[in-house]
């Protein structure tokens, strides 16, 4: 069992940038798949990134793909997510989620993680 608290979230101009930290709890973090998703007004819940347990291996959604950088401390128990160059379109509250085991190749998939984090807002303005 592992519990997830989003913080980072706020209110930023086009062009400009935040950090997300998703702080897990529990003694096995490591070996846990961590991941990012966001969900708009309207829309579906979708992928922006994910991180292997080491770290070694990670997968952006093509949209983020250049201006998001995933990474994680397995010493601190957090994930983070650095986002530059950030958009209209990438207003979204922003949700950490965990799946136990290495990625697998249904990593885009919100079905695939089994804990969620409350979710932080993160509005671009134009």
């Known amino acids: 069992q592992v519990q997830l608290v989003e913080s980072g979230g706020g209110l930023v101009q086009a062009g400009g940038s935040l950090r997300l930290s998703c702080a897990a709890s529990?003694?096995?973090?490591?070996?846990?798949?961590m991941a990012w998703f966001r969900q708009a007004p309207g829309k579906e819940r979708e992928f922006v990134a994910v991180?292997?347990?080491?770290?070694?291996?990670?997968y952006y959604a093509d949209s983020v793909k250049g201006r998001f950088t995933i990474s994680r401390d397995n010493i601190k128990n957090t994930v983070y997510l650095q986002m530059n160059s950030l958009k209209p379109e990438d207003t979204a509250v922003y949700y950490c989620?965990?799946?136990?085991?290495?990625?697998?190749?249904?990593?885009?998939?919100?079905?695939?993680?089994?804990?969620w984090g409350q979710g932080t807002q993160v509005t671009v303005s134009s």
């Open positions: 989620a965990a799946r136990f085991g290495p990625i697998d190749r249904d990593y885009i998939f919100a079905e695939g993680y089994n804990f």
């Open positions: 991180i292997s347990w080491s770290g070694g291996s990670t």
């Open positions: 529990g003694r096995t973090f490591s070996r846990y798949t």
